[in-house]
């Protein structure tokens, strides 16, 4: 036998630990999670007579966001994030305008919903990071409780959901007041 074929099991410990952290990933032994990503991207105008609702908190301002449930652009976009990690139609293709059963729906529920699907399928939240896009109301106060009430709805620790605020500093529309932005880029890993 040659002598490279009659390196022990120690010895190839050993290389493995010699290995990059890359390498050391493409060893065939080593099992490792499937992990996707995914991103959301929402929009919603701003109307008198609405709560403004930002992941699960409402939040006193004069104006609220427009929309079919209660247009929560935060969780919209998170839940987004998930379903393009997940590989499926997205938030209006799943939960259509159309449908009358969901009208004011809190926007947790269907955080909660895609979870669901998301678990049945074998895959968990490493984590899942967020920004709002909105000039006024300010939004530091709020973004623990945010946090938290994400967190609760995808079945995660709090650790594992983050949330920031920007302002535009008045430019186009969300500088305006016309509406509020958010973003949210999710990982998930699956099984190995
Ligand atoms: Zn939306």
Redesign the pocket.
């Known amino acids: 036998m040659p002598k490279s074929r009659q390196r022990s099991a120690p010895g190839r410990a050993a290389r493995a630990n010699d290995a990059t952290p890359a390498a050391r990933l493409t060893e065939t032994h080593v099992k490792r999670p499937l992990l996707r990503v995914g991103c959301g991207v929402?929009a919603?105008p701003l109307r008198p007579g609405r709560r403004l609702v930002l992941g699960g908190v409402e939040i006193p301002h004069p104006r609220g966001l427009a929309?079919h449930s209660d247009?929560d652009?935060l969780s919209?976009a998170v839940c987004d994030a998930l379903l393009g990690a997940l590989g499926l139609e997205d938030?209006g293709a799943r939960f259509p305008d159309s449908d009358e059963t969901l009208r004011g729906r809190p926007s947790l529920w269907f955080l909660e919903e895609v979870m669901r699907e998301a678990r049945t399928r074998g895959f968990e939240i490493v984590n899942v990071d967020t920004v709002i896009l909105a000039e006024a109301p300010r939004l530091q106060p709020h973004i623990a409780a945010m946090r938290k009430m994400l967190a609760a709805a995808l079945g995660v620790s709090v650790d594992s959901v983050t949330v920031k605020a920007k302002r535009l500093e008045g430019m186009g529309a969300v500088g305006r007041q016309e509406g509020i932005m958010a973003q949210a880029i999710a990982l998930l890993a699956g099984p190995t």
């Open positions: 929402d919603h929309g247009a652009v919209h938030m």
